[in-house]
């Protein structure tokens, strides 16, 4: 043996100080109210009309923008493992460089393209069309949310099937299978633990965010992230922040396990 | 393609327009860059970033490899539930884990602030390391460890000398990844920093919502620059070691 | 040649699972000792605590009579070639062999030396500078050699080390592994599973099961007189059969009595159940009606340089494997006759606190 149990003991105590218990302290504050008395009035308050309201528009904008990102992300995942070394090399590349840039950043880029003033609408109005107020609507927010996440959803998939065995492929022409044959019959099942990380890696971080709608909203549009961030950080209300946060903990756990149903591998390939 | 690149090319344009508007071109100026090197608040908030990232990097380094190691002498029972227990902070939205550690500080009535930032990123940082040491720590590891011990080294000696360098890719390729998960993060920083530090990304973000100034065009641009750079060192530095393994066979 | 090591009543168990149940061993001095058995045997588990890598739950390990039980593998006088080499993947051929000399802070002068020297000793003069990954699993084979007695251990552990090995290459290397050990003039403990290996090298084999010893003898010994049929089966292909004493030297084999000279020397007592092996080389092809029994082939390979035919026996239900020189057609009825020296007698496997007991015999 190269080591003692003991070894992991540092681990063991910034896990309990470092997760555990500020969860718990999550789950202790949505069942608080401000005297310190027990209420399930911080969870139900999901069912206020603008609580309710910024849940459904979150659930939708982030399932559409993970619909999206895999539909760009899987051909372009095929492209890349189809194309010569050098070249795939290269490719991978193109799609990192991006994700080296600071998000906020990124996303910013975007308010100076679609903003009123913007690069785009002075194309539009340049060749004598009205302007277009693209910015601080909900599409502008998933068109934020695709740039951002689309490299999380190319490279798990581009990892799962760099890694198909071409003999499969082979064998299933050998068979008499059809290109589209082999697509769903083969490489789709075999490239799912790739997609479920993609979905994993895309959909939770586009159902919690309020950058995003924050930066491309201009603040008119309020998703779940942005309601428990204000709950936090203008109205100091953490009960409530609390509360919110453990019912969108929910949905996160729910779409994990739908996921895991996919794939029992869950979350182990996500890097 | 264009749709990766064409928000990034504007920015690196617009950093170089004199006027400030975002769509009229005025004229080449490097004022903007200018301003961005004498904005004292920018030059803190990247001693900040980078100073955290390599603590927070370090940090997590030593104390996820060491968990490694304990719980490679751990029952599989036990090593699936501190997996299970790793994995939270890498699973868990930001937002969550952002708020969590807000919460917990306050009840621990500790100021936000340097420490707090370093504290959290140190805990998101860990399960990166654990996940890319741990395939290296395996019998193979076992059997060169007592390889040593059988050809007489101490067991000090054989951890430094053998167990050390056959961990080493794992430990780096981790150090490396939380150093970039600590540059890029924002969600977290911005909920357990205090009121008077700003990193990197928190101060972007307050900028933006005052009213974007094109002295964060000049940042971009700088960004992307050093990305470009540091991806194709580290390309050319795999391409060639790529190289050498395609013609060692050969010889 | 005297005791260089003893085991005394080793038990080692993991997890609630008895891996050695009561190991006594002997090896002499400059002795080839082979522990040859299937896998789970618990033929590794007592290399590894002779190495020192283990430590018994009961039971002493004694070198030239000192009980070093308890010291750690690092301070023991024996080095190990281990099943996949385990080479220092980071160090040049030249550093992983000289590791042992550099842990002992030896001159520079003196490792460059030693080094060569071993080198020379396994056929790659030369190879100092090369990498681990440049290697072919042979030459890495021959390092793992050279790393392990460079520093001169008293006993050289060798744990399956031709395993990965290519049959050719495996048979190279057997040959090689003699010439060392001759050269070198030190005790060889080898681990295997393959029953030619042990034959081909060893001055004493060690057959073990289950944890228990179940015969050790020079191989000749192992494989002439097994005592009983996991023995018989394990090494080489053989006829076990039930029979039955009918006197002290007459054996009833399926309703047919057969004289036999048994070798054991305690003998069997009439009406006792025992199993009966022939090796099917020891079986002879005369014409029908002239053998001990009578029999039609029902199968015949060619395998190199005999044949191997199956013959059903017209006595009763036994299928006999026979290996002869001579071509015989399927369906051809012939007689078998052995020679009575070669009907080798054995108890029945006993219950295990049976065989456990036997052991001490």
């Not at chain 1, 910024?54 to 895999?70: D, H, K, Q, W």
């Not at chain 2, 036990?78 to 790793?86: A, H, K, P, S, V």
């Not at chain 3, 340089?305 to 020189?325: F, T």
């Amino acid at each position: 043996m190269i080591a003692k149990k003991t070894y992991s003991i540092p681990f063991i105590i910034w896990i309990v100080a470092g997760t555990v218990i500020p969860l718990a302290s999550i789950a202790y504050y949505g069942f608080t109210t401000r005297d310190g008395g027990f209420t399930f009035s911080n969870i139900t308050a999901i069912f206020r009309g603008d609580h309710l309201q910024a849940l459904g528009l979150s659930l939708s904008l982030a399932i559409i923008s993970t619909v999206i990102c895999l539909l760009l992300a899987f051909p372009m995942a095929m492209v890349l493992r189809e194309s010569k070394y050098g070249k795939q090399g290269f490719l991978i590349f193109v799609i990192i460089l991006p994700m080296w840039m600071n998000f906020l950043l990124r996303t910013m880029a975007w308010q100076v393209l679609l903003e009123r003033q913007g690069v785009i609408n002075a194309l539009i109005t340049a060749v004598g069309l009205p302007r277009q107020e693209i910015m601080n609507t909900p599409g502008a927010i998933v068109l934020g949310m695709v740039y951002d996440f689309l490299p999380f959803m190319i490279l798990p998939i581009y990892n799962t099937v760099s890694k198909i065995d071409n003999h499969l492929i082979e064998a299933a022409y050998d068979l008499g299978a059809t290109k589209s044959k082999v697509y769903t019959k083969v490489i789709l099942p075999l490239s799912v633990p790739g997609i479920v990380s993609g979905i994993t890696m895309v959909f939770i971080p586009a159902l919690t965010t309020f950058v995003i709608s924050n930066m491309l909203g201009g603040g008119k549009i309020n998703l779940i992230g942005n309601i428990i961030e204000q709950e936090f950080t203008i109205n100091s209300n953490w009960y409530l922040g609390s509360g919110l946060s453990l019912v969108m903990m929910v949905f996160i756990i729910l779409s994990m396990l739908m996921l895991q149903k996919f794939d029992k591998t869950g979350g182990e390939n996500l890097i | 393609m264009l749709f990766l690149y064409l928000p990034i090319l504007t920015l690196i344009v617009l950093s170089f327009n004199e006027t400030k508007s975002m769509s009229v071109w005025g004229g080449f100026s490097l004022k903007w860059y200018e301003e961005l090197f004498h904005s004292r608040l920018m030059m803190g908030a990247i001693v900040n970033t980078f100073s955290i990232a390599i603590l927070a990097a370090l940090i997590a380094t030593v104390v996820g490899t060491m968990a490694v190691l304990g719980m490679a002498a751990m029952k599989p029972r036990t090593q699936n539930i501190l997996l299970g227990f790793n994995n939270i902070p890498m699973l868990n939205a930001d937002i969550v884990t952002g708020i969590a550690l807000m919460l917990f500080f306050l009840m621990l009535g500790a100021p936000r602030g340097y420490m707090t930032i370093l504290f959290s990123h140190a805990t998101f940082c860990i399960p990166y390391v654990i996940l890319s040491v741990r395939p290296r720590v395996n019998k193979n590891t076992d059997r060169l460890f007592e390889a040593a011990l059988d050809l007489g080294a101490s067991e000090r000696y054989a951890f430094r000398k053998i167990v050390l360098p056959e961990l080493k890719p794992g430990i780096m390729s981790g150090f490396l990844l939380s150093f970039t998960m600590s540059v890029d993060d924002f969600i977290i920083t911005y909920f357990t920093r205090g009121a008077g530090i700003n990193t990197i990304s928190t101060l972007i973000y307050s900028e933006v919502k005052i009213g974007i100034r094109p002295s964060l065009f000049a940042l971009s641009s700088i960004i992307f620059v050093v990305a470009l750079v540091v991806l194709l060192a580290v390309n050319i530095r795999n391409d060639r070691i790529e190289k050498a393994e395609m013609i060692r066979p050969a010889l | 040649m005297g005791e260089l090591i003893r085991l005394e009543g080793i038990v080692k168990s993991f997890d609630d699972t008895n891996v050695l149940n009561g190991i006594d061993l002997s090896v002499d001095e400059n002795e080839f000792v082979t522990l040859l058995g299937p896998s789970g045997c618990g033929k590794t588990t007592t290399l590894r605590i002779i190495a020192g890598f283990e430590k018994p739950d009961q039971g002493r390990v004694y070198f030239e009579g000192k009980d070093i039980t308890d010291l750690p593998a690092n301070q023991r006088p024996v080095n190990t070639v281990f099943q996949n080499y385990a080479l220092f993947p980071h160090m040049t051929v030249g550093e992983n062999i000289a590791f042992s000399l550099r842990v002992r802070n030896k001159s520079e002068d003196e490792i460059k030396k030693k080094v060569a020297d071993a080198l020379k000793l396994v056929n790659l003069k030369g190879f100092e500078n090369r990498r681990i990954d440049q290697l072919s699993g042979g030459q890495q084979q021959r390092i793992a050699m050279a790393r392990a007695i460079v520093n001169e251990p008293r006993v050289l552990l060798l744990d399956e080390p031709l395993g990965a090995l290519d049959l050719k290459l495996r048979q190279e290397m057997e040959y090689e592994l003699v010439r060392l050990k001759k050269e070198l003039g030190i005790t060889f403990i080898y681990i295997t599973h393959d029953q030619e290996e042990a034959l081909t090298m060893s001055d004493k084999v060690v057959v073990m099961n289950e944890g228990y010893i179940q015969q050790e003898g020079t191989p000749q010994e192992i494989y002439d007189e097994p005592v009983n049929a996991f023995v018989a089966d394990f090494i080489g292909d053989s006829n076990i059969v039930s029979g039955e004493m009918v006197d002290e030297k007459v054996v009833r084999i399926d309703g047919v009595d057969y004289p036999c000279i048994d070798g054991t020397k305690e003998g069997f007592p009439p009406r006792r159940r025992v199993d009966v092996v022939i090796r099917p080389e020891d079986i002879d092809i005369v014409p029908y009606g002239e053998g001990l029994w009578n029999g039609t082939i029902v199968s015949k390979l060619f395998i190199g340089v005999h044949y191997e035919m199956l013959v059903q026996s017209e006595h009763g239900k036994i299928e006999w494997l026979l290996q002869n020189y001579d071509q015989h057609d399927v369906g051809e009825k012939i007689g078998m006759y052995v020679d009575p020296e070669n009907i080798q007698i054995m108890h029945k496997p006993k219950s295990e606190a049976e065989s456990a007991m036997e052991l001490d015999i």
